[in-house]
């Protein structure tokens, strides 16, 4: 008898680990039990295992990166801390920074784990606008920090014209929205920001079939997407980059490509708060980008709020034609450590991309 309570005590501890679905909005553990903290985050695939990427928040501030890994994406082991912020007060990554949407690309020619990231200054808010680079020999870390920059120094946007390239610095900064909007868009914070670098928050990145990789970020005050091609090393900027969607405040960007065309879904700019998803279809990385619209299906509720997330990534399920995720965030500002993760399927309907709500759900 006492054999046999041991073996149900057993599995129903091992079934307290184990998933076999998708569960959108509930609680999502580890394989040691404990709730998964890894937001704004992205997925590597690599030899076959997947490794999750994201923000490990702590009671009051970010901890640094933190990652998992998973043969079957129901199932993943936390891998640890694999960038952590530092004491060290000279440091740009000391306690107290923010590190956001961390995405790390696997280079073939170097061999090496590249990761990018939104990175904010301790005590300054949101106003340092960077993205830094950490690079690493294993997916699993650790991860050498290595710097952190407002890109594009003294280089005009590709598609920018040659009659506005003029250095501007007034600040134009705070105007009404409806103003900055039209100064965005006239491109009056590229000609501010010429000298010092262009900002960068909320990023990701994308390796095309080339393994050309492309840094995509919220720039000029978030009202503008900028893409930029990275080096072949993947460890710093190349001088192209483009201005995409000026003035459409696009955020939160995920980027994917399927059947030849390359597809973006975005969020407003609306903080911690869910706003409705736009979508977009493009020929080419750069563009030109073409709204497709809400891509969510289902009440008017749950367009309003993307089913109360906010996009961070789309992940192309290997050795599974035409099957993608859609991952969000279900952010809880007064304890971010607790927000949810927010995977659907997306399916593609009459040329676009679409989110359906699903509470329980498989890849088959
Ligand atoms: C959101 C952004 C998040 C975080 C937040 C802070 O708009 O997507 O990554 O930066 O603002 O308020």
Redesign the pocket.
Same mark, same amino acid.
């Given at each position: 008898m006492k054999k046999y309570l041991i073996s149900i005590l057993l599995i129903l501890s091992y079934a307290k680990s184990f998933s076999q679905s998708f569960k959108p909005g509930e609680v999502w553990k580890d394989t040691d039990g404990k709730a998964i903290n890894a937001h704004?985050g992205g997925i590597l695939y690599h030899q076959g295992t997947y490794y999750w990427y994201g923000e490990n928040r702590g009671e009051k501030r970010t901890v640094g990166v933190s990652c998992y890994s998973s043969k079957d994406l129901y199932n993943w082991n936390n891998e640890g801390i694999v960038l952590k912020t530092v004491a060290d007060s000279t440091s740009l990554l000391q306690t107290g920074c923010l590190i !956001? %949407?961390p995405k790390v690309i696997y280079n073939l020619k170097t061999d090496k784990y590249v990761m990018w990231f939104?990175h904010e200054l301790k005590n300054q808010g949101?106003k340092a606008a960077l993205t830094g680079v950490a690079v690493a020999d294993s997916p699993q870390g650790p991860f050498t920090y290595l710097k952190s920059l407002r890109p594009h120094k003294g280089i005009w946007p590709a598609n920018f014209p040659e009659d506005k390239r003029k250095i501007d610095t007034t600040s134009v900064t705070n105007k009404p929205p409806t103003e900055l909007k039209e100064r965005v868009i006239a491109g009056e914070i590229v000609q501010r920001d010429f000298n010092t670098g262009q900002m960068s %928050?909320?990023m990701t990145l994308f390796v095309d079939d080339d393994h050309v990789a492309y840094h995509i970020a919220s720039s000029e005050e978030?009202q503008t997407l900028h893409i930029s091609k990275l080096t072949d090393d993947y460890l710093d900027f190349d001088k192209e980059y483009h201005r995409v969607l000026p003035g459409l405040a696009n !955020?939160?960007p995920a980027i994917i490509k399927h059947q030849n065309k390359y597809y973006l879904i975005a969020?407003g /700019? /609306?903080? $911690?708060k869910p706003n409705p998803a736009r979508s977009y279809v493009s020929d080419t990385i750069f563009g030109k980008w073409v709204s497709l619209g809400n891509p969510v299906r289902g009440s008017e509720e749950e367009k309003a709020t993307t089913f109360k997330s906010?996009s961070t990534y789309i992940l192309a399920v290997r050795g599974m034609k035409n099957k993608f995720i859609y991952m969000g965030d279900r $952010?809880n500002?007064d304890d971010l450590k607790d927000s949810r993760y927010i995977w659907l399927p997306l399916t593609f309907e009459n040329g676009k991309p679409t989110i359906h709500w699903k509470s329980s759900w498989r890849l088959e």
């Open positions: 704004g !956001e %949407r939104h949101y %928050r909320d978030n !955020e939160a969020s /700019t /609306t903080g $911690w906010q $952010w500002p």
